[in-house]
């Protein structure tokens, strides 16, 4: 059974940096789909930011690009975003999301794309 898990989250300063991590286990696949979501209190979900890893392409949403970076470990079958230039809107629970194959470009942000998900990790920007 292919399982998620979420690193990394805490309290950080506006302005700062932070790396989440999302690692995965009994996962079979040799190309895979992995993303960001976020949820941030009484609000919905939102996309972050996805990775192919068959090809490395990445899509991000606007409110992140150019401040978060995804990345990924082929070997370890890990994921990472980088945040940087962190904002108080940017608080929220952070959850991972995979699937096996590399999803077509423009589903990369639709959340029912994905079957498999983490508990979420928190990230907290305050001063």
């Known amino acids: 059974q292919v399982q998620l898990r979420e690193s990394g989250g805490e309290v950080v300063q506006p302005g700062a940096s932070l790396r989440i991590s999302c690692t995965t286990s009994?996962?079979?696949?040799?190309?895979?789909?992995m993303a960001w979501f976020r949820q941030a209190p009484g609000k919905e979900r939102e996309f972050v930011a996805a990775l192919r890893t068959g090809d490395g392409r990445t899509k991000y949403s606007d409110s992140v690009k150019g401040r978060f970076t995804m990345s990924r470990d082929r070997a370890k079958m890990a994921s990472y975003l980088q945040m940087n230039s962190l904002n108080p809107d940017d608080t929220a629970v952070y959850y991972c999301a995979g699937r096996g194959g590399n999803l077509i470009y423009g589903s990369l942000g639709d959340s029912n794309q994905y079957g498999y998900w983490g508990q979420g990790t928190q990230v907290t920007v305050s001063s």
């Open positions: 009994g996962a079979s696949s040799s190309d895979y789909t």
